[in-house]
């Protein structure tokens, strides 16, 4: 087929397929059962889909999908209704349908379609095909060739434009791909493409130059890849182009608003769905992202025009009391005789008159705009929202294909349980977790279940028992990988954790079981000593964690030895725009998702009492614990009302079953916010979910609930307790960049306060410890520089080290900063390159560092 009309045709293709692959699978399972317990059209069904299968790929020219699926066609011909498929038959299929998978993804990438050991497939699947040597050789160069003409033909045109950025290396580049598909060309007997390859690759030497020989030259390529693409053309075999359009002008109109990992929406392949449901069309995924996004931007300019409208709103009430003070007057100019002054006076209130009641028309007029928008925000929202949610099945349902791949190679038994498949969660959830889920899966059967006869040994069915649900809990979702097995050893988790140098044997011995289990989601960690098909790459729940944190969730474990093991994901159910409410803690004003936050209490200094050396607060005769916000999210800790005997504004924050009492100082308000990414810099800094604007234009942290109630888990606190580092003062007006260096020195391992100007970092270093400064230069109220001298003047402070991050890099300017006291002097472009940590490392003490 022609690439570019593959090109234009491969994301409805892919989006297809990759549901019938899904839905095969799941019908190829079915027939391995018993028979009393499949549906009376399984078999029909599952042929029907095949066949479809195989004439899509057939009408594309994708040999090798065609060949995987027509095998798979034969295996069934002489499968009766009440037969079933033996092991070894369904083991063949599935790992023919993984391999289809393989190939399908490699053409999203936009590379040729190809099947991995196709032969040893199609073996297994009882149908040997030999294709002519001649024959195969000849088409793999075309492919191949096809490919590296698509590039020479980009070149070429990057060539014939005037600004080229780095001409020799397009140049360079070019030559080697045409004398690569010359060699190819060699290597498979066709001298005529060769010949025409090696003239491709001396055209684009002459271009190199540029100027007049350049432009005659490109006109020489281009006419050569021409002829290069005429020869490649005949060295593949012809394909079914009109087959191809027939096919797709003749296919019904999709009917369902799902996106596929092709970046389309897939449509169920079952014709009796299509006649059921009501017509729609396919949207691509960016399509939708972008349309998220402007209802989102929407959703905030509502915020923005509501807080207008109370502005015009307030105006007007100020107006109106002018005007009540300008009668006042004129009444007493009109008792005192005021003459000339009191006519001025009358034109004045009369022309003010007129503007209020002009004011109050804008004010009404705003007022109702704004609710407009309000209801146009609102409904968008909610009908994106729809669009976005699919059933949790299509997240659930792909596991039984990879649960019986992995269990066979590992010689296990798993029945596996799915629950919560009706369950709607947002797309782009779904989307990311799809590999966490498979590590969960994949690590619970190879660490978690024992083998039959280790599970006969202690007086458990030779079957182990796998369940995955997804769980509503309120606005948010929890995903749950539960097994029956062994249960998480801790004492193996220290051991590995030891030997692998992520803590010392003293440091490992004093983990409690709870934070022990907890190593298993460190980077690089696996109790595997050696590499497998499965594990010991060391890859795996780290990436669970990341990816929770990235959606604004968390993820946790628990275990009883012997028994099993559970892995909980704790979600949001959509990214979309939320509540937000609003808190302050000292000078830093947070968002918490409302949905987290259950209610906020005022508490007396009776309510707050410790227990076994935890504070706790009593409320409705619960002992809940009670922890300073600003402490959890690394601001300085402030001395708390309820120490001086007042009343104590909280928070009671809320995930799952855990219940958590933050203190806050006052809450600001609550209003509608849109969270967007910190980028990649702050990924690690678990208590931040995001940023977002406010309608007054200020930037605020959106703290990750989940997170805040995992640390104040009294085992979490406890180790981070245990591991006390020199902690690091970082003062910058500006928030982003405040906010990546508190991100790098924690990355490293070191305790970061924060502060936005001199004056507010001075009174931290005066009540808080810190051994090193990091601060900007230019700042309001007191800039780097005052404050490196107040420093060094102090009677106690003078010995702590200061770094100065400034743009400013003249040599004066170094001198200054110098001069005031500063132990090391820094660009800010040289923080991105590893300098910062170089001269924290350098200055602090070596015991500390």
Known sequence: MDPQLLRSIWPVFSAETREQI?????????????????????????????????????????DDIEQVVHAIEDGLAHIRTDDGLPRDAVESMLRGLSGIEAAMARGDAGQTPQVDGLAGLLKSLGRDVVMPESTAVLSALAVKGLEALDFLEAALGALCSPDVPDRAAVVRKAMERARGLKMQALEAGSARLATLSESAALGFARMEPGGDAASLAASEVAGTLVDLRGQLEIERPPQAVARAVETLRAAPVPVAVENGASGVQQAPVQQEARASTDHTVRVAVKTLDSLALQVELLVAGRSQQARRSESYRALSDGTHEVLRQLERASSELTLAGGGAALDSLRAGVALMRSMQKRLLEVSREAHRDSEQLALVAQVARDDLRDLRMVPASQLLEPLRRTVREVSARLNKDVALELAGGEVRLDRRILDALKDPLLHLVRNAIDHGLETPDERRAVGKPETGRLTVRVEPRGARIAVVVEDDGYGLSPERVRATAVRRGLLTEDAAA???????????????????????????RGVGLDVVQATAARLQGSVDVEFQAGRGTRFTVDLPLTLAAALGLLVRTGTTVSAIPSDSVERVLRLTPDDVGTVAGRVVARVDGSQLTFLPLAEAIGLPRLPLAIESGRMQTAALVVVGG??????????????????????????????????????????????????????????????????????????????????????????????????????????????????LVVSDWQMPRLDGVGLARRIKSHPTLHSTPIILVTSLDSPEDRAAGLEAGADGYLVKREVERGRLLELVRQLLPANAA
């Open 22 to 62: 899904q839905a095969i699978g799941a019908k190829v399972l079915g027939l391995e059962g018993p028979s009393h317990e499949r549906e009376a059209d399984l078999l029909p069904s599952l042929k029907r889909l095949v066949h479809s299968l195989k004439g899509s790929a057939a009408s594309l020219g994708l």
């Open 510 to 536: 004093k983990l409690s079981d709870a934070q022990a289990a907890r190593l298993v989601f460190q980077p690089g960690f696996s109790t595997r000593e050696q590499v497998t098909a499965t594990s010991g």
């Open 658 to 771: 855990d219940k958590v009492l933050y203190a806050i100082d006052e809450v600001v308000g609550q209003q509608e916010i849109v969270v967007r990414s910190l980028g990649k810099h702050l990924q690690s800094v678990r208590h931040l979910a995001g940023a977002a604007v406010l309608d007054d234009g200020r930037v605020v942290p959106v703290l990750n609930a989940p997170e805040l109630v995992r640390a104040a888990r009294p085992e979490t606190r406890s180790m981070a307790t245990e591991s006390r580092r020199p902690r690091i003062l970082v003062c910058d007006d500006a928030l982003t960049t405040r906010f990546a260096m508190k991100s790098l020195l924690e990355i490293a391992g070191f305790p970061v306060v924060t502060a936005a100007d001199g004056e507010e970092a001075w009174g931290i270093l005066e009540r808080t410890s810190c051994q």
